[in-house]
């Protein structure tokens, strides 16, 4: 089946790390992604990983699969308050077809 | 490089009327997909196009429509409007077709219906 669960909010102090957790259940799926939208706008792509890698890191983000438990973590180092948004993840199915979870919203506390 | 962009930001119908929503994919990007997101049901998949071929679609009645010009730009459509199609419509476009292709989304069309 096509699902992909996440938690709902997190909230963090400024500079501290957040690690925001997807799973998802098509073991078929060849690419993960996260995505952050803010206000107002559309899907920002952050990162996406490729299902045979099980870390990616970018910058400030690390990406981490276990293709075993069907889990995806997003860890932000460092968060700022610029980073408070709502991030999605979503796994590829059938070709280009993304199947989203609900969003996560972040909360950057000063 | 430009990204892609959707015209018009915003809409306002009413009941029964139509609407297109345009979508201009990132330069040499061939693949454009557009998805639904609202507060009750999140981001859901409406279809993919390429090479002005519906190549995917998901589980949205027959009165959601589009099509793929041979520049790549893509349309949709949406008829007989009913009060649960207000919602952000977001494109997204790839490369090529398939599943290993980042796909990269616009800002959306918000669409409010009277």
């Known amino acids: 089946g096509e699902d992909v669960e996440q938690s709902l909010f997190l909230s963090v102090r400024e500079g501290d790390s957040s690690v925001i957790n997807c799973t998802y259940t098509?073991?078929?799926?060849?690419?993960l992604y996260w995505y952050k939208q803010e206000p107002g706008a559309g899907l920002q792509l952050l990162t996406y990983?490729?299902?045979?890698?099980d870390m990616k890191q970018d910058q400030r983000l690390t990406v981490l699969l276990n293709k075993k438990d069907k889990h995806l973590s997003l860890r932000i180092a460092d968060t700022q308050t610029g980073d408070s948004a709502i991030y999605f993840c979503?796994?590829?199915?059938?070709?280009?077809?993304?199947?989203f979870g609900a969003g996560t919203i972040l909360r950057v506390k000063s | 490089k430009a990204g892609v962009t959707q015209t018009p930001r915003y809409l306002i119908k009413t009941r029964g009327q139509q609407v297109t929503l345009s979508c201009s994919p990132i330069?040499?990007?061939?693949?454009v997909s557009w998805y639904q997101q609202t507060p009750g049901q999140g981001l859901q998949f409406l279809f993919e196009?390429?090479?002005?071929?519906?190549?995917n679609k998901g589980n949205f009645p027959g009165r959601f429509s589009g099509r793929q010009f041979s520049n790549s730009r893509s349309e949709m459509n949406v008829s007989t409007l009913e009060l649960g199609d207000s919602a952000l419509y977001l494109c997204?476009?790839?490369?090529?077709?398939?599943?290993?292709?980042?796909?990269?989304f616009g800002d959306g069309t918000r669409l409010s219906i009277l």
């Open positions: 098509d073991s078929s799926s060849t690419y």
């Open positions: 990983i490729f299902s045979n890698m």
């Open positions: 196009y390429f090479s002005e071929t519906q190549r």
């Open positions: 997204a476009s790839s490369a090529d077709f398939g599943s290993n292709q980042p796909q990269h």
């Open positions: 330069s040499g990007h061939r693949s």
């Open positions: 979503a796994e590829s199915i059938n070709g280009n077809k993304l199947v």
